[in-house]
């Protein structure tokens, strides 16, 4: 009789304090929903209105070649990583305060880090 109180607090131990990682497959529904009308995917192909975002995670921010950014982006001075993405889909002017980026941001952080996840997986 007491395993199961146990398992319940091993089960909220396990899942408490530890950040949700993103899931791809849903972020890839997100990203074609909300980001393909301006955002391409594909290595190898040419930019959108925004810049094509195979490869991104790694990348300094405004620093593709061939896209021009907006000098708030060129200035950004970050690496693109999973957690930075999450917080530019969620809210672009918020983490890049100028941009030219047009979006109102995905508000949902769930959302949000499924599509980080996926733009992760892009490489």
Known sequence: MRAAPLLVV???LCTSGTARAGDAARGKITFMQQCSACHTVIANTRDSMG???FGVVGRKAGSKPGFVYSDAMK???F???EA???AFVK???D???NSNMFFMGISNPTQAGDV???LATLK
């Open 10 to 12: 091993a089960a909220l």
């Open 51 to 53: 810049p094509n975002l």
């Open 75 to 77: 200035s950004a001075g």
């Open 79 to 81: 690496v693109w990583n």
């Open 84 to 86: 930075k993405l999450a």
């Open 91 to 93: 809210a672009p002017a």
């Open 95 to 97: 983490v890049v305060p």
């Open 116 to 118: 980080a996840a996926y």
